[in-house]
């Protein structure tokens, strides 16, 4: 009996529309039709500074952020399968709830959501995610 093996691949996403990645990461990764999105950050694409100083003004920004790469990834928020939220105080979880569920309004993804001591550049929020493509 023949067995054939099939090469999987990596495609790298990279958008301008989206934050450059700060250090040795992709803004997100495809394999075999999943994409793996980097964490995102309050940035703002055109001039790499932080975005708001609130978490809901952050917020807003990273989900702008992360639907930026999700596009060019050719994919969106309804195809999301997990996110991970970090949030740099669980004091923002309400708020921070409130701007994330306003992209998820029908079957929503799986979700951790953990407060870690410090973010990169000392932001209020991080959000990554998986998704299909």
Wanted: with cysteine; glycine share 4%; charged share 15%.
């Amino acid at each position: 009996m023949a067995t054939s093996k099939t090469q999987s691949t990596k495609k790298i996403v990279a958008t301008n529309s989206a934050p450059a990645a700060i250090g040795p990461y992709s803004q997100a990764v495809i394999h075999n039709d999943i994409v793996y999105c980097s964490g995102q950050i309050a940035l703002d694409p055109a001039t790499m500074e932080i975005v708001g100083e609130d978490a809901k003004t952050q917020t807003q920004q990273v989900m702008k952020n992360l639907g930026e790469v999700l596009s060019a990834a050719g994919s969106d928020f309804s195809k999301v399968i997990k996110c991970s939220v970090f949030l740099n105080s669980m004091d923002d979880f309400d708020v921070v709830n409130e701007i994330y569920g306003l992209f998820f309004t029908e079957n929503p993804p799986a979700r951790e959501t953990v407060a870690v001591q410090t973010l990169p550049k000392h932001v209020f929020v991080e959000i990554s995610c998986i998704a299909s493509v």
